[in-house]
């Protein structure tokens, strides 16, 4: 008997673990603009986004702009540091650094490198280089901005890549069998498990991940399974956005900032 009641005691523990819970987001303010793609806030605090495939930066009431039309279409802009801003152009398998006026300081072509190499993602890494995934190999590998030296660092990947994240130490990536993986600087693989979707979420610190799911978002802690439905005032929205508390929305009509603590 009192195995049983021991049982059903665990199960209830679990059980409330796993149950969605309401997360309430406080506004704060909104920012009228017109674009396509909202890309986030960079450590200053200034606007970034893509319209009609140009790169706009909104400081205070000013606007700068950068483009390059013989590069073809933005495929990604990597603003995790704000003086060094990185665009990828999938297209012709090249990179532009910016610095922090959008100023062209630096341009990558891979195809030129003596050691082939296609990219098909890219995000900034520490001491001054690149995260690559080089399709060439299937392999992820780092880039030195410096000697213009492109170096393998994991092993060919058995599946495809469905979403992909990078930090200065870390390439995040999660397949197509919606498995999470995480390759630090060194070469080293982590499987993180399982996830539940593998578009249109962001991976938070302490195995925390913010996703959206039919016009809604949640935060899913890996640590206890438990999920939490954010509560916000957009019944549609194109993006979001996430940066030390703030949750920043992004509809047709603009970007409205939310405060959240997430548990």
């Not at 796993?18 to 806030?41: H, M, N, P, W, Y």
């Not at 539940?196 to 913010?210: A, F, G, H, R, T």
Request: charge should be positive; charged fraction near 20%; glycine fraction near 4%.
């Amino acid at each position: 008997m009192k195995k049983i009641i021991y049982f059903l005691f665990i199960l209830q523990i679990a059980t409330s673990f796993a149950q969605e819970v309401k997360l309430k987001a406080t506004r704060l303010d909104s920012i009228g603009v017109k674009a396509d793609f909202f890309v986030g806030f960079d450590g200053f605090n200034n606007c970034i986004y893509l319209k009609n495939n140009v790169l706009f930066k909104k400081i205070d009431q000013s606007i700068i702009q950068y483009q390059n039309l013989g590069l073809g279409k933005i495929t990604k802009v990597d603003i995790t540091n704000p003086l060094k801003i990185i665009i990828f152009y999938e297209e012709f398998n090249s990179v532009i650094v910016l610095d922090n006026q959008l100023n062209e300081i630096q341009k990558i072509e891979f195809s030129r490198l003596e050691q082939p190499v296609l990219a098909s993602a890219i995000g900034i890494s520490g001491q001054n280089k690149l995260w690559v995934f080089n399709s060439l190999s299937q392999q992820i590998g780092l880039y030195d901005l410096t000697t213009g030296i492109y170096e393998n660092k994991s092993n060919p990947l058995n599946q495809p890549i469905a979403f992909y994240q990078t930090d200065f130490n870390y390439f995040h990536w999660i397949d197509k069998d919606k498995i999470w993986y995480t390759a630090t600087i060194f070469g080293r693989i982590i499987t993180n498990g399982n996830v539940e979707v593998s578009s249109d979420l962001l991976l938070l610190p302490q195995n925390k991940i913010l996703f959206s799911k039919d016009n809604k978002l949640f935060i899913r802690d890996r640590n206890i399974n438990k999920l939490y439905e954010i509560e916000i005032v957009e019944k549609t929205f194109k993006k979001f956005y996430y940066k030390e508390q703030i949750l920043s929305i992004f509809t047709n009509q603009g970007i409205t900032n939310y405060k959240i603590i997430i548990p």
